[in-house]
């Protein structure tokens, strides 16, 4: 996959208008979350994205592995995105780029991310992120949210 499908799919998804408010949002989650994760398995992670997409997650990093809740997570998104993103967007927007690079990359690179980032609500609350993956994914979830499937024809 390169950069232009990369991020025409997370564009589709997200369903902006355009290209420059979609790689905004990949940019912010992936380079917030490099920051999170340390530098290994971050290159990890990134190594089976299209360069440019990689390079936000490894390149842009300064400082990789610090310590920061998910709280702070979404609330840095919610900055690097600007264009008035709000918290809840700038959380809405994060789980589905991660979504979308969950389907990207080698399950055991993915789980690694998930090895880096506490779960529980009780302990930074980072399974938050994965809430679209772990509902099957964002078909699945787009459908659940639309009431999805087949919908009965109605005779006029």
Do not use: C
Request: charged letters at 30%.
């Amino acid at each position: 996959m390169n950069f232009d499908e990369f991020t025409g799919e997370i564009q589709h998804r997200l369903e902006f208008p355009d290209t420059g408010r979609t790689v905004r949002a990949i940019r912010a989650t992936l380079m917030t979350l490099g920051e999170r994760i340390p530098e290994g398995a971050a290159e990890d992670l990134a190594a089976s994205l299209p360069m440019e997409i990689k390079w936000y997650m490894t390149g842009a990093v300064q400082d990789h592995g610090q310590r920061f809740d998910w709280q702070e997570f979404i609330s840095r998104v919610s900055d690097r995105e600007g264009d008035r993103t709000d918290r809840s967007e700038a959380a809405y927007h994060s789980r589905i780029v991660v979504d979308f690079v969950e389907s990207q990359v080698p399950p055991s690179d993915f789980q690694q991310l998930r090895d880096q980032l506490p779960e529980s609500a009780d302990d930074e609350n980072w399974g938050t992120l994965f809430e679209v993956v772990d509902s099957g994914g964002w078909g699945d979830a787009q459908e659940a949210q639309t009431g999805g499937g087949p919908q009965p024809e109605i005779d006029e």
